[in-house]
């Protein structure tokens, strides 16, 4: 059966995460019902990660056979049809190799976080950002978040679910940057890793806005992630702020 690949944006707001659940809402259900209504045989599609209930994605990457050779324009075009109305689209399709997995062949995933500090309540992007209504300082959270950069043992920012055999992993980028925005300013976390831990991103971000409102000091990361305990850690921010940016292969199949 041909092969391939899928690049998939969406607003996480209406789902229960990306993995199909019996009786909720789940972007795999509705990627795979569009996909019925092209071949009703289709089987079910792989993803390069698993997001959370209202998370987003602008470049999520998922695989699936077909039984018969489509274009893959002509495909992405076709599921953009039936995935209607749902906050789903196929931004890009391409054939790739049958050895080709979503999630196994990826070598990094990149993800950023949209927080923005400002009094006035959050109307034209609510649900897309985590609001806080006090004033962050950028340079106090950089030098928290270059205490995470690195092979650390991440227990203390994975949730208690996590089903990862290790809490071990490798952060190979964390930059924080600074926007404005209308009556206050944007922070935009970016990071990225091979994989990461359940909760691993939103931990790592409620930590160090804590940093950022003055409440922790930037080496008191330093001591949470040492710890290697979850009860050091600091609040884990809700997911409306948090996009799945990118999905790294050896061979990029969409270049």
Avoid at 22 to 50: C, F, K, M, N, Y
Avoid at 181 to 191: A, D, M, N, T, V
Avoid at 218 to 234: F, I, N, Q, Y
Wanted: proline residues 8%; neutral net charge; contains cysteine.
């Amino acid at each position: 059966m041909p092969r391939y690949a899928l690049k998939i944006e969406y607003d996480g707001a209406p789902f229960n995460g990306w993995q199909r659940q019996s009786g909720q809402p789940s972007v795999q259900e509705a990627v795979e019902t569009a996909l019925r209504r092209l071949e009703p045989d289709a089987p079910g599609i792989g993803a390069a990660g698993r997001t959370d209930t209202g998370v987003h994605a602008t470049a999520q990457v998922a695989h699936c056979d077909l039984a018969k050779e489509w274009e893959p324009f002509r495909l992405s075009e076709a599921l953009n049809y039936h995935l209607k109305p749902h906050p789903v689209a196929v931004v890009a399709a391409a054939r790739v190799p049958e050895a080709f997995h979503a999630r196994f062949s990826a070598v990094e995933r990149r993800y950023f976080f949209r927080l923005v500090a400002r009094r006035a309540p959050v109307t034209l992007d609510r649900g897309l950002v985590w609001q806080v209504r006090h004033a962050l300082e950028l340079t106090p959270m950089r030098l928290g978040a270059a205490h995470l950069v690195g092979h650390h043992d991440f227990t203390t920012f994975r949730s208690t679910m996590c089903q990862a055999a290790s809490p071990v992993k490798t952060l190979d980028a964390l930059s924080i940057s600074e926007h404005p925005y209308p009556g206050g300013q944007e922070f935009r976390f970016s990071l990225r890793a091979r994989s990461f831990l359940h909760n691993q991103v939103r931990s790592i971000v409620g930590t160090l806005e804590r940093v950022g409102a003055g409440a922790w000091a930037p080496e008191d990361v330093k001591a949470a992630l040492e710890a290697a305990d979850r009860a050091a850690c600091g609040p884990v921010c809700p997911p409306q702020g948090l996009y799945l940016c990118g999905v790294g292969y050896p061979d990029d199949p969409f270049a």
